[in-house]
Every structure is written in structure tokens, then in C-alpha cells.
Nanobody, 123 residues
Framework: QVQPVESGGGSVQAGGSLRLSCAVSKYTVCMAWFRQPPGKEREGVARIRTSSGVTGYADSVKGRFTISRDNAKNTLYVEMNSLKPEDTAMYYC???????????????????WGQGTQVTVSS
């Protein structure tokens, strides 16, 4: 079974940067970062197809966040720059082994989830 484990969250001032990591125990097809701000629904942030490296981003993070993976280490990353207070949320790593046509930004397309890591951006 794939078990994502996130790390790298924390507190930062607006304009700062953070890098989140997610280690998985087995091969995956799609991996993604989701986030859930307080009192709001979970939303897709960025996704990547592990074999090809094809990525997708939410409009709200385009140009600021970069998702990447190291297949040799079975690890997913997201580099978050120019952070804003509205980026404050619990960030979750998600993974799936099914071969969909493309990797989705929908939470129901991912079978495996990490426990989450908190990111807090202060103004």
C-alpha cells in the first residue's frame, strides 16, 4: 500500500518561500498537492504524472508554485514562492496508482493521502 508522508510545513511571512516534501513507499502514476484552508473545502494545488513529468496547477498558484518529483527516491516536492496569507492551509499529499488519461485536480481521483502539514503565511 502506498502511504504518503509529508514534511516541510511551517510558518513564514508573506513573500517568503517553503518547500514541502512527500515520500511514498511504492510506485505511483499520479501525485498531487491539495490544500484545505480553515473553514473551506479541499482544493487541488498542483499535480504531476510521475512517468512523464507533465504537471498542472491551480490558477491561484501558477507562477509561484513548482511541483516536481524524484522517482529514484519516490518523493514528491512543491516549491512555494511569493507566499501570500491566502496560501495558509493544511497541505496534503495525494497519490494514485491507476492509469487515468491525465492526472486530475479532483480529490476523488486519488486513493492515498498523507496526514497533512500546516503552512501558515503571516502578513
Amino acid at each position: 500500500q502506498v502511504q504518503p508522508v509529508e514534511s516541510g510545513g511551517g510558518s513564514v511571512q508573506a513573500g517568503g518561500s517553503l518547500r514541502l516534501s512527500c515520500a511514498v513507499s511504492k510506485y505511483t502514476v499520479c501525485m498531487a498537492w491539495f490544500r484545505q484552508p480553515p473553514g473551506k473545502e479541499r482544493e487541488g494545488v498542483a499535480r504531476i504524472r510521475t512517468s512523464s513529468g507533465v504537471t498542472g496547477y491551480a490558477d491561484s498558484v501558477k507562477g509561484r508554485f513548482t511541483i516536481s518529483r524524484d522517482n529514484a527516491k519516490n518523493t514528491l516536492y512543491v516549491e512555494m514562492n511569493s507566499l501570500k496569507p491566502e496560501d495558509t492551509a493544511m497541505y496534503y499529499c495525494a497519490a494514485d496508482q491507476r492509469a487515468f488519461y491525465s492526472c486530475s485536480d479532483r480529490a476523488d481521483r486519488y486513493m492515498y493521502w498523507g496526514q497533512g502539514t500546516q503552512v501558515t503565511v503571516s502578513s
